[in-house]
């Protein structure tokens, strides 16, 4: 069985459409396919008509941009509802931020004399929303830096001319939201946050108060060491294990889609645990 739970499409930063998505997955011989877009449901329904054709099981996912003690932390939520309206009145309001978002990006690039960014950046996100990696896409593709990492070192992280710090959800909020549309609230890439693993505790512990049931163990951007200890330090705090390649497309050789670390022993997963939602495809 091949289980990958975190994935983007065109409607955020991923640059395969949900359908040419699914088909992709199906060539991996993907089993089970969460599509988990920034901050929208949006493309669930053209993937879940793909995943059908295909056999393949769907499970309706969005990662939400929340902060936690001034800092951002991306949040999976598996299983939902997408009509759910709480929880679409919540993206709505992050989406309407990350547009505003969006456009002081733009002009903070310009003060540095770097034009047309927000358009450069919209025009990479074809319609879906602007994150980040469409203004990554647009510096390189100018010339301002030479590949993804390099842009982001350059222009778009903490200190940098395109930074612009994240006023997202609240994680409290994005985990009743989650919850309230019947999915289950995952922590991803806990080893992408620059904090320590004291803080780390701090926040699994909080989290998991909140009504947090899970975390990614097993991440494409997670090293084997990382691998091992987060499977440790979500044991201890009781909380489920998850995995997701977070792949974004075929532009990202490194993370491929269904191809992951084997999930350390003794891990309890979310797929075996109550919360898994039964036959939702
Ligand atoms: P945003 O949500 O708009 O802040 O954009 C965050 C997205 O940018 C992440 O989901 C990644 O896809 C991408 N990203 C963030 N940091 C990096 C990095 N250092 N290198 C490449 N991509 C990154
Ligand atoms: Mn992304
Ligand atoms: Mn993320
Ligand atoms: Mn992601």
């Given at each position: 069985m091949i289980i990958d739970l975190h994935s983007h499409s065109t409607l955020s930063d991923g640059t395969l459409t949900p359908s040419e998505l699914l088909a992709h997955a199906s060539k991996q011989e993907v089993d089970v396919l969460a599509l988990t877009d920034h901050d929208t449901v949006a493309g669930l329904d053209e993937a879940a008509k793909a995943a059908k054709e295909l056999g393949i099981q769907l499970i309706n996912g969005v990662e939400i941009s929340t902060s936690w003690n001034g800092q951002t932390i991306h949040m999976v939520g598996l299983g939902i509802d997408p009509s759910y309206q709480p929880l679409l009145d919540g993206l709505e309001k992050i989406c309407e931020y990350r547009e505003w978002r969006a456009e002081e990006i733009g002009r903070r690039l310009a003060k540095k004399r770097i034009e047309g960014g927000y358009e450069g950046a919209k025009s990479f996100a074809k319609g879906g929303l602007i994150a980040r990696t469409h203004y990554a896409r647009f510096l390189v593709d100018a010339g301002y830096a030479k590949d993804i990492r390099d842009v982001f070192k350059k222009y778009l992280v903490r200190g940098k001319p395109g930074y612009v710090p994240g006023k997202w959800a609240e994680i409290e909020e994005a985990i009743s939201w989650v919850r309230g549309a019947g999915g289950i609230p995952i922590i991803a890439h806990?080893?992408?946050?620059?904090?320590?693993a004291g803080r780390l505790r701090k926040l699994l512990s909080e989290f998991k108060k909140a009504g947090g049931l899970g975390v990614e163990v097993v991440s494409g951007s997670h090293n084997e060491n990382e691998t091992q200890t987060m499977a440790n330090t979500v044991k201890k705090a009781g909380l489920f294990a998850s995995q997701g390649s977070d792949y974004h497309g075929p532009e990202n050789p490194w993370v491929e889609l269904g191809r992951l670390r084997p999930m350390p022993d003794g891990s309890k997963t979310v797929w075996e645990s109550e919360f898994w939602p039964e036959g939702n495809s």
């Open positions: 806990p080893a992408r946050y620059r904090i320590t």
